[in-house]
Every structure is written in C-alpha cells, then in structure tokens.
C-alpha cells in the first residue's frame, strides 16, 4: 500500500472514530474516501462499516462509567438493534450497486440535514425527566423508533448517530454522555450484524478496513474521553459542510 493512501484512511478513520463517540456521522468521511480511492460503493459502504466499528468500543468504554444502570434499556433497545441492523443489511446487500450509486448522494444529504437540525432535536427532546416507571406503550414507541434507526444504521450509517440520541431524547435523558454511551453501545449491536452480513457477501476490503480500524479504534476512545472539553460546534459544521460538498460533487458525477 502507498504512504499517501494509507495515511489518508488512517487520518479519516481517527476523525471518524472521534466524531461517532461525540456526535455520530463519521461514515461522512471515511466513505467519500474510500469511494475517491476507487472502491464500489457498496463495497466502501461495507469496508467503512467494519473499519468503524472498532471505533464504537473505544467510545463505549470510554463513557463506561455514565452507563451504570442503564442495563435494562440497553438489553431492550440493544436486541432490537440487532434485528433491526440484520433487516437493513440485508436491504443492502440485495441492493445492485448501479441503485445504491444513485441513492447515495440522497443519503449523505438526509445525513447532513440530520447534522444541521441536531442541536433542534437535543434541545426539544431532552427537556423531559426520564419516566421512573415506564409504560407498556411508552416501551413500544421507544422500540419502534429503535427499531427503524438500527434498520437505516444497518443498510447505510451516516448520521445515524443523531437519531439514536434522538430516541435517547425520547427517553426522556437529560444526560448527553449518558445518552452517547447508550448510542454507541446500540451502535455496536446494529454494526456487529452488519459487518457479518458483510464480511460474508464478500463487500469487504480487509486491507483498508484493518488500517482504518486502528484509526476509528483511537479516535473512539480519544473522542470519548475528551468529549467534555471538546466543543462540538466546529466539528458539527465541518461535517455540514463536507456532506453538502460531497453531496454535490456526487450529484454531479451522476449526471456526467
């Protein structure tokens, strides 16, 4: 492998590592990158996919100590992750790459207007105290929107983070470290079965995904630690930025 190349899925890798265990949308970067390095997309979609995932460790055990007792919701909402991560990947995977091509730049755009309404959703959704003593249906709408957010993680990633700590809004927690640490623990359980559909379908490049892996692992772990001295304003913008570049580029090159 070439220095530049490796070093530029190194670099994406950290940033997106970094960025998940904040926020959520790292797949923003390492996608067009890999895509510019000549990949199909459904092939960089699948090699991002396992190159994050590492990542989303690091950001766990870094926000270790904000997830104590929260076992109930994390079983409740991790199984239907999975069976929500399992369903969108294999939408994926039964997708030809010729359609997936043509949807990408709309959901990189969908990605990036999640980013741009974000601190919206936080401000309105974490107002309420998280209920002592929820409901039956309070447990249901919870899973539901769960369940569709694991369901668009699964087939395609990007920004998927904000929905997760949507729903953590949802729940009604006020703790936004709490409520990222719970988001990247939902993420392992909707990555973990996509990676495997993945892996066996042949859409992955092992090289690049282990070089970026070591990336996305450090940048998780960094991301997470320093979360509460790191302000997320200038990272939000250059993510809105990039999305609506790549966006446009890719538009662009769909109709050339």
Not at 85 to 99: H, Y
């Amino acid at each position: 492998m070439r220095l530049f190349p490796f070093l530029l899925m190194l670099c994406a890798a950290f940033a997106a590592g970094m960025i998940n265990s904040i926020a959520g949308g790292g797949t923003l970067l390492t996608f067009p990158v890999l895509i510019w390095l000549g990949l199909d997309p459904k092939v960089a979609n699948g090699t991002s996919t396992v190159a994050l995932w590492p990542g989303l460790f690091g950001g766990l055990f870094g926000y270790r100590k904000e997830l104590e007792n929260s076992s109930t919701m994390l079983f409740r909402l991790g199984s239907t992750s999975v069976i929500g991560g399992a369903v969108g990947a294999g939408l994926l995977i039964w997708t030809p790459s010729p359609t997936f091509a043509r949807l990408v730049p709309f959901l990189i755009l969908f990605a990036t207007v999640l980013f741009m309404s974000q601190g919206a959703i936080t401000r309105r959704l974490r107002l309420a105290s998280i209920d002592q003593n929820p409901t039956t249906w309070w447990w249901t709408g919870a899973i539901v929107f769960q369940f569709f957010s694991a369901m668009y993680g699964g087939y395609f990633g990007a920004g998927n983070g904000i929905l997760m700590l949507a729903a953590m809004g949802l729940l009604g927690m006020k703790d936004l470290h709490r409520a990222n640490g719970i988001k990247n623990f939902l993420g392992i359980c909707i990555n973990s079965i996509a990676v495997l559909g993945f892996s066996l379908y042949g859409l992955v490049v092992w090289r690049d995904s282990l070089v970026m892996a070591c990336g996305a692992l450090a940048g998780g772990y960094f991301g997470a630690s320093m979360a509460v001295r790191i302000g997320q304003l200038w990272v939000r913008r250059g993510i809105v930025v990039i999305g609506f570049v790549i966006f446009v580029v890719m538009i662009w090159k769909l109709r050339h």
